[in-house]
């Protein structure tokens, strides 16, 4: 069965610092991985994704995530954080042999000024 | 930039009343999706649609709902007979190919009293 966890339900973090937003997954054979990010009121944005290939992806906004084979995670980053970055993250997780997306439970971020 | 457009924004029935919420995927996708969010917890998959048919659908998706293609453009999710349980934000999605990201729609808030 698929499934991702993210571990922090909150990340604070001051504008200009860089951030990291954690998830790991759980998958048979080859993972298909999003972000997405949900401001306030809002639908589900996506962010970037992992398919194939380099093993950082870039993204929306300035956003980047690395997947790691090993570790079974796909954490998302960016180097410099903004008070607008504030939101709420999902990643997801897609095996090969389904179409529906397994989202995690989302983890906040507040970038304070 | 194309997007998934979902009415109404917010819906309020009372139990056992059918529902039917309205989605207008990206034009050239191919792939239709439904998911949930009950307030506070993580989003989840509902059901698929591909080639005017049910493709993968979760437990969730029981004989309550039902979702149609009446037409080229709208996707529909109805349920049949409301519960308390059914009050959440629904999201439409579409993606152009099984292996692409999904781009979601703003959401329809069922409110069931």
């Known amino acids: 069965a698929q499934s991702v966890a993210q571990p922090e339900d909150q990340v604070n973090v001051a504008e200009g610092n860089p951030l990291t937003v954690k998830c790991t997954y759980s998958?048979?054979?080859?993972?298909?991985l999003f972000w997405y990010v949900q401001y306030p009121n809002r639908g589900l944005q996506f962010l970037l994704k992992?398919?194939?290939?380099?093993?950082l992806v870039k993204g929306s906004y300035g956003f980047e995530a690395e997947f790691n084979k090993s570790q079974t995670s796909f954490h998302l980053k960016k180097p410099s954080a903004l008070v607008s970055d504030s939101a709420l993250y999902f990643c997801?997780?897609?095996?090969?042999?389904?179409?529906?997306?397994?989202f995690g439970t989302g983890t906040r971020l507040l970038v304070s000024p | 930039e194309p997007e998934v457009t979902q009415t109404p924004s917010h819906q309020v029935t009372q139990m056992g009343q059918e529902v039917i919420l309205r989605c207008v995927p990206i034009?050239?996708?191919?792939?239709f999706y439904w998911y949930r969010q009950i307030l506070g917890q993580k989003v989840e998959f509902l059901v698929s649609?591909?080639?005017?048919?049910?493709?993968?659908k979760s437990e969730i998706f029981d004989d309550q709902f039902s979702v149609e293609r009446p037409d080229g453009s709208n996707f529909t999710l109805k349920i049949r007979s409301t519960k308390l349980e059914d009050s959440a934000m629904y999201f439409c999605?579409?993606?152009?190919?099984?292996?692409?990201?999904?781009?979601f729609g703003q959401g329809t808030r069922l409110t069931v009293v």
């Open positions: 649609f591909y080639n005017n048919e049910i493709s993968e």
């Open positions: 992992y398919i194939t290939g380099d093993n």
């Open positions: 034009s050239n996708h191919l792939y």
């Open positions: 997801a997780v897609r095996g090969l042999s389904f179409q529906k997306l397994v």
């Open positions: 998958v048979s054979g080859n993972p298909y």
């Open positions: 999605a579409s993606s152009k190919e099984m292996n692409t990201e999904a781009f």
